[in-house]
Structures are given as C-alpha cells and as structure tokens.
C-alpha cells in the first residue's frame, strides 16, 4: 500500500496535515462549537416533510440558482438585502473558498488577524492565496487604527475580519470594519457566524453593506440554527459579488436535499432561534463560575468562551476527557476554549473544571507561568504555521 509520500503530491501539500478536531465518543462534548441543543420536534418533521417532498424529483439536477432558498435567506436577513445578493454553499467554509477562488489565488494576497479562525490559512494555501497573518491589541480586541496601518503596510488584496472572533469570542466594532473597508480597494469579508449570539440591539455589519460593492458579510446556519450536519453557509453582499461567484462555483453545488432542508428551518427562524437565549446564559454561566474557580475567561459575544489562567492546558484538558468532558486546547498558551451547551452539559463541564481545580493537578491563576500548548493544541497562529491542528472551528 502506498504512502501520502509516494504520490506526486503538489510540493506546498507535502508534509501537512488535514484539518480536524479531536472527534472522541464523550458523553458531553463541547469542543467545536456546535449548538448541541437538538432541533424541535414539530420544526423537524416540517423538514422531514419537505425532504421526503425533495426526495421525489431527486433524479433532476437541483435548482442551480437555489432561488427558493436565496428568497428565504433574504427574508431572514432583513435589512433591506434582496435575493439577488444573497449567495449559499455547502457551509461558510465553501462560501470562504469560492470568495478567494473568485479575488484571490496565485499573485494575490489576504489578510486575517491571529489568532483567528484556523480554516482562513487553510483555504488561502488550497486557492494558492498568500496568508498574511496581522496581530491584535491587548486582549485580543482589533481596533480601527492597527487594521489599517496593517492594510497600509501589506496592500491586501482581501481582508478577512471574524467577528466575533473565533477562537476567543471578541466582538468587533463597526468602526473597525468601515476603517478596513476604507483603507484598501480590495474585498472585506466579515465573517460572522456567530452573530445570532451577540447580545440584543447590537447591529450587524449587514447595516454597513449600502454603497460598499467590496464588502461581504458571511453566515451560517450550522450555530444559532443547530444544522452544523447539514452544512448551508451564506453571505451577503452586492449583487455583483454573487455574479463573481458563479464563475467558480462547481455546478449544481448546493443539493435539493441541502435547500429543501434550510428552506423549511428558515420557516421556523422564530423557533430555532428560541435556544439562542439559553445558549448565551449558559455562556455568561459559564463565565461567571470560571471567574469563581479562578480563571480568566475573555469577553465572548459568542457560543463558547475561551478561558486563560490554566498552567498546563494539556492537563486540564485530559483531566476533562477522563471525567467525560471533551472541550479544546486552541494552542493559546495558557488558556483553553469551551462550548456553552445545554444546562446539564455547561453543569457536567464546570463541575469537572471544578474537580480538577480544587485537585492536585489545579494550579492556576494570573501571575502563573502559562503552558505553551500541547498534544491536544489547536494549532499556532502564525502565517508560517497554516498546517498545524486547528486554531478553532
């Protein structure tokens, strides 16, 4: 049997390794931010009715303009935002690749700021797209003025802004945003896939989107809409964008299984959006009780809070496994990110997190020395290091 090195493999793929969290059979796993509350009763058999009614004309090929679905994520939105400028794919990640397919590639460069999303480097490698990899300010936080003095310096040809950003949680002002968007004539691409979790009345950068034809705003229903297995990922922005994006797009990429299923949960927004709320207090829990245990969890305007104060985060983290918990090592040193789950989950993780702490193996605390990472790590965060394990997902 032949080995990965034996093949005549592109020579920026050798030695790299694929993406991918730990996947482990725990009873509570709360390490990739999945929204672990299951989907109402009445709201799936909706969809099961409307994929049975799928299934029927299965042998046609989909609607290649999925405009059922584009109308409905329209509708969704609001804002003003008309099918038309609305796109999907097969989960955000897609929706991210086709854009750099589209404005990136080979001569070009895209600009993030670490730690961010781990998949950002990945998918700028696999479009032969130059990463380069910005910094932030103290905890984590980007403001106006260090995102344009790094467009200034390095002239990107797309920015890509995560906000909130994954893996820490930080909210991202629109201030922020509308500086990236002045200081260059490339694309910006917000990416906000966990927008639905920020607190009430904070706007979107959906409101930004009137008289900026380079700006992009990037969803997800795989979060706040508990359909991570179904993988739909969308975005927004000025109908020429979604011209642009056909001229990459494989063929009847999104299936009629895909649209039929999103269109009947958009169809119930109302009700698959009740468990944000429980979400986000399980979350703010989360915080607080951490915050109680010692630790120093970081501001999070999302689904997961990303924790510091841990010596060895490779300790924390099996010690967790062992007591049923699965959470993740982002590669952060000294700190480790969890998922807010349902009650008895968030329970189950912070009683194990308290066990551990107040156990032989519990030394935490400000003025420690942090770990650097380990096994279990998420991965760097540097341009140079887009291969290692995941930064978040």
Not at 232 to 253: F, N, Q
């Amino acid at each position: 049997m032949s080995s990965l090195s034996d093949l005549p493999l592109r020579s920026d793929l050798r030695g790299l390794s694929p993406y991918g969290a730990p996947q482990k059979r725990v009873p509570v796993a709360l390490n990739v931010n999945e929204n672990t509350h299951p989907i109402p009763d009445a709201v799936a058999q909706d969809i099961l009715s409307a994929l049975a009614h799928a299934i029927e004309s299965a042998n046609r090929y989909p609607d290649r303009e999925f405009l059922e679905l584009r109308e409905s994520l329209a509708n969704y939105l609001g804002h003003g935002i008309a099918p038309e400028q609305v796109w999907a794919a097969n989960g955000s990640n897609e929706v991210l690749q086709q854009i750099l397919q589209a404005f990136g590639g080979p001569g070009r460069r895209v600009l993030g700021f670490t730690p961010t999303y781990s998949m950002y480097p990945i998918l700028a490698m696999g479009t032969a797209t130059e990463w380069i990899a910005g910094d932030r300010d103290a905890d984590f936080e980007l403001t106006p003025r260090r995102v344009a003095d790094w467009i200034s310096r390095e002239n990107p040809d797309v920015v890509l802004l995560c906000s909130p950003n994954n893996p820490t949680g930080t909210p991202l002002s629109l201030e922020t945003i509308v500086a990236a968007y002045d200081a260059t004539d490339g694309i910006v691409v917000v990416d906000e896939a966990y927008a639905e979790f920020m607190p009430h009345g904070t706007p979107s950068a959906l409101t930004l989107l009137p008289g900026r034809p380079r700006l992009i705003i990037s969803r997800t229903m795989s979060k706040a809409f508990a359909f991570a297995g179904v993988r739909l990922g969308y975005l927004a922005a000025d109908a020429a964008v979604t011209d642009a994006l056909r001229l990459v797009r494989l063929p009847y990429h999104l299936s009629a299984l895909t649209q039929a299923a999103a269109v009947a949960a958009l169809a119930h927004a109302d009700e698959m959006l009740a468990m944000v709320e429980e979400i986000t207090t399980q979350r703010d829990r989360i915080s607080r009780e951490l915050t109680d245990l010692g630790y120093q969890p970081h501001v999070s305007g999302s689904n997961f809070v990303l924790f510091g104060g841990v010596d060895d985060p490779n300790a924390m983290f099996e010690a967790l496994l062992a007591d049923g918990v699965l959470i993740r090592d982002v590669g952060i040193p000294g700190h480790l990110r969890v998922s807010a789950g349902t009650t008895a989950e968030t329970s189950a993780f912070l009683e194990a997190a308290a066990r551990y702490t107040h156990g032989d193996g519990g030394k935490h605390g400000a003025g420690s020395k942090h770990s650097a990472g380990s096994k279990h790590s998420a991965g760097g965060t540097s341009a140079g290091e887009p291969t290692a394990a995941p930064v978040g997902l």
